[in-house]
């Protein structure tokens, strides 16, 4: 059984840095693509970036470019979120995705809010 769990978000401060982790299970994940994305209340679920099975960090969204880092450690099943420089339209759940055999898995996402 497929499993995603994020964990890592909370309260940073503007311009504060924060990692969140997705933790996997039930499917070999060194051969998978993991992605991320958030969605902010109101608004739709944007996708933030991706890290390849072999590693490449791609990172889609404009808005966040040269401040989040996507990594992985294929030895603990898990990839991380390195957000730096957080800014107020950060504030959203963020939520790490696979697509296994065609079907999309989702975590139960992590809030992160960022104040002033």
């Known amino acids: 059984q497929v499993q995603l769990v994020e964990s890592g978000g909370g309260l940073v401060q503007l311009g504060g840095p924060l990692r969140l982790s997705c933790a996997a299970s039930?499917?070999?994940?060194?051969?998978?693509?993991i992605n991320w994305y958030r969605q902010a209340t109101g608004k739709e679920r944007e996708l933030v970036g991706v890290?390849?099975?072999?590693?490449?960090?791609?990172i889609y969204a404009h808005s966040v470019k040269g401040r989040f880092t996507n990594l992985r450690d294929n030895a603990k099943n898990t990839v991380y979120l390195q957000m730096d420089s957080l800014k107020s339209e950060d504030t959203a759940v963020y939520y790490c995705?696979?697509?296994?055999?065609?079907?999309?898995?989702w975590g139960s996402g992590t809030l992160v809010t960022v104040s002033s």
């Open positions: 039930g499917f070999t994940f060194s051969s998978y693509d």
């Open positions: 995705n696979v697509r296994v055999a065609g079907i999309d898995y």
């Open positions: 890290i390849s099975s072999g590693g490449e960090d791609i």
